[in-house]
């Protein structure tokens, strides 16, 4: 899985002109799944964004994580993630999960994410969105899980 993880002010999401999700200080998270990834693979992603100490203490240094200054997160699915771009004019998505392997992992994602007790909203799988924010900073980061080690398996 690859995450986009933004610092935000706030943002939102809207669909077919109406919002669906309203966020203040936190992170807004695009996620992408790959068609190898695993529930484990989810499960160590939603555990690391939680825990990113990306925003600043009183002496201004990024030092808490979200919880500690009771933020909010946005998730919004993003198979784009995923488009390679390096031969051609088009990206191929072939390294993408299914839509419905996506959904999947992306469900598990925002449950594991509530799990920790953080307030967390979500754009809606496979619909054209329109996703706004206030990048706070900027901080934006690129989270994604480690490779699969494939000589361990059978």
């Known amino acids: 899985m690859k995450a986009v993880v933004q610092r935000v002010i706030r943002s939102r999401v809207v669909v077919n002109g109406k919002p669906v999700a309203n ?5 807004l998270i695009l996620l992408g799944a790959a068609k190898d990834d695993t529930q484990a693979g989810v499960n160590w992603l939603a555990d690391k964004v939680a825990g990113l100490r990306i925003f600043s203490d009183p002496s201004g ?12 997160i946005l998730v919004v699915s993003q198979f784009t ?12 998505y072939s390294l993408a999960a299914t839509a419905q392997t996506a ?12 799990r920790t007790g953080i307030p967390v909203q979500h754009g ?16 934006t980061l690129i989270v994604e899980t480690p490779p699969i080690d494939r000589s361990q398996t059978g």
């Not at 966020?23 to 992170?27: A, E, K, L, T």
């Not at 240094?61 to 909010?72: H, P, R, V, W």
């Not at 598990?108 to 509530?114: A, P």
Request: aromatic share 8%.
């Open 103 to 114: 959904e999947g992992h992306y469900r598990d994602f925002i449950t594991k994410l509530r």
């Open 81 to 92: 993630l995923y488009g390679d771009c390096r031969k051609g004019k088009r990206p191929s």
């Open 23 to 27: 966020i203040g200080q936190g992170m």
């Open 61 to 72: 240094k990024m030092n808490l994580d979200i919880s500690q200054i009771n933020g909010e």
């Open 124 to 139: 809606v799988f496979g619909a054209m969105m329109q996703v706004e924010l206030t990048n706070d900073g900027p901080v």
